[in-house]
C-alpha cells in the first residue's frame, strides 16, 4: 500500500489511518506541484477498493482495474493539464514497447484525461458537442491499442506489429491533446461539482467510492457551496479528496470538513528518482541541466515540461517581459493623466527588467503590440499554455512581494489574483479568444494599479 509513492511522510499517517480504519471521508492533499498528492489519492482509491491485502501488485479484479483506471468506483475532476504528462508517458512507451510498466504509466495517464470527460460529469456540459467526436476516437483508439499490445505479448508481433502500435501511440498522443485543447477548463464549473455529487451518492459497484478533485481551489463560489452540501453529509461508501498546492486557498468552511495531510517538496535525488522509475528516463537524457531549473520548480515539473514545445522554463522570460511592458504601459497612462506611478508597479517593472532582457524582445508601450509579441512568442498559447503563462505572471508578482515585504504589494498583488482570474474564466468559459483576453486583462490591470494612489502629479 502506498509502495509507488516516494519521500512523502503523509502517506505513512495515510496507510496508518487506513489499516487502523481511522480513514476520513473527506480529505485535503496539499503541498507544491508534482509532490504526488494525486498519485497518492489514486493509489488510496485502490487500496479501498481492493478485495485483499491491497499491495500494488494484488492480482484481485479491482486492483486491477484501479492500476489501469479503469474501475467505474473512481472519478477524477478538476483543472489539471495533461499534456505534457501523456507526452512525456508516452514518449517512456515508445523507447520501450515491450516494457509491460511503460505501457501502464502511458495508458494511466490518457485515463486521468479520459476520466475527466466521462459521461457522469458532461450531461448538458456546453462543450460536449464539441469534444465528442474526438472522446470516440480517444476511446476507440485506445481500445485498439490495448489489443495490439495484448497481441504483442502473446507472440503474434512483427516488425510491422510494433510500427502500427507505435503508430497508435502517437495518434493517441495527437488526440489526447486535441481533447485537452478543445474541452480544458482552468475553472471547475458547478454543473460538474452537481454532477458529482449526483454519482456520490449512487451505491458503489465494488467495495468502494473515490471522488478526486485537483486544484480544488480554481472552484468557483457556488462550485463551492455545492461541494459543501457533499462534504456536510458525505455517503459512506464514498471518499473525497481534494488537492491544493495551498491548504489556505481553500475556503474555511470546506476546508474544516477535511483532513489535511500535507505533501512536501522532494529532495533532489528523489526527482530524479521517480522520473526514473516512472519514465525511465533521466534528466541528462531531455538536456536538462539542474541547476537551470528555477527555484520555483521542480526537476520532475521541468522534465514533464520539456515535452512541450512551450514549456515552464521558456514561459518565464516571457512572463517577465510582459510585466515590464505592463508596468511601462501603466506609466506611461499615468504621466498622462497627471498621476504619480505607483512605487509597487515601478519596483515590479525594475526587479523584472534583468529577466525581462533575457528574453530579447522588443519594448513596446502599447498593448496592442505587447499582445501580439506575446501570441508570436508563445505560439499562440499552444499545449493550454494561457492558463499557465497567467498563473507564472502571478507567481512572479507575489515573489517579488515577498522579498520587498512592502504593503504596497499586497494590494498590487490582489489586483493581479483577480484580473488573472477573470482572464482564464474568459477564454475558458467564455470561450473569448486570448488575444481579446489579454487585452482586456492589460486595461483591467492598468486602470486598476493606478487606483492604488490617486495622488495629482505635481
Known sequence: MFENIIEQGAVLQLRSDILHGKNAPSMLFFGPSNSGKSSAALELARSLSCESDALWKCSCAACESHRYLQHPDLLIMGSVSSTAQIAAACGAFLRNPSNPAAKMVFIRSLRKLQIRFSPVLLEDDPKLS???GVLQSL????SGFWN????????????SG???????ADKLLKNAIKLENDGYSDIIPIGRIRRAAWWCRLAPNGKHKTLLIENAECMRDEGRNSLLKLLEEPPPSVSIVLTAQRREAVMPTILSRLRPYRFLKRSASSEKDVI????????EARSIDEKSVSSGNSLIGAYIDSFLSQNTEKLFPL????IVSLARITAVSAKKNGMALPCAVKTLGERLAPLAESSDLERSVKTRD????????SG??????FPRFLKICLEMTASCAKETGDPQFIALCEIFRKHTGGAINAADVLNQSTTLAMESFVYNLKTDLLKTRHKRRV
Open 130 to 132: 464539441k469534444i465528442s
Open 139 to 142: 476511446e476507440e483508439e485506445l
Open 148 to 159: 495490439a499490445c495484448a497481441s504483442s505479448r502473446s507472440g503474434a508481433s512483427s516488425r
Open 162 to 168: 510494433a510500427s502500427g502500435i507505435e503508430k497508435l
Open 276 to 283: 526514473r522509475r516512472v519514465f525511465q528516463d533521466s534528466l
Open 319 to 322: 512572463a517577465a517581459w510582459f
Open 370 to 377: 505587447v499582445v501580439k509579441i506575446l501570441h508570436e512568442k
Open 380 to 385: 499562440n498559447f499552444e499545449d493550454n499554455t
